[in-house]
Nanobody, 129 residues
């Protein structure tokens, strides 16, 4: 059972940067694909970014060139560096861990929620204009 704890959210103004962290309890953290999803009020949870166990990265078009996902396997921690934040980035951000064998298809489609077995409780990010 992997336990995930997000941190780093907050209230910021548009244009600034924020870094989210996701700490995992599992020593086999390095074997999981790790992802960030977000959910805005009244909207469905949506994919943001994923980093595979081997370090490959994929991003949603809405955050490409602004957000960077990374991982530190020695610390069992994943990060999301968010630059040039916009009001539309306001959401609860969730980290997730999974072992999907469909990584190759992520070149053509966003990873689905059902491809990740473990989820954190989320951290709120609010961007004011």
């Amino acid at each position: 059972q992997v336990q995930l704890v997000e941190s780093g959210g907050g209230l910021v103004q548009a244009g600034v940067s924020l870094r989210l962290s996701c700490a995992a309890s599992e020593r086999t953290f390095s074997s999981y694909h790790m992802a960030w999803f977000r959910q805005a009020p009244g909207k469905a949870r949506e994919f943001v970014a994923v980093i595979t166990w081997s370090g490959g990265t994929y991003y949603a078009d809405s955050v490409k060139d602004r957000f960077t996902i990374s991982r530190d396997n020695a610390k069992n921690t994943m990060y999301l560096q968010m630059n040039s934040l916009k009001p539309e980035d306001t959401a609860v951000y969730f980290c997730a861990a999974g072992s999907s064998s469909s990584v190759g298809s992520w070149h053509f489609r966003a990873p689905g929620i059902n491809e990740f077995s473990y989820w954190g409780q989320g951290t709120q990010v609010t961007v004011s204009s």
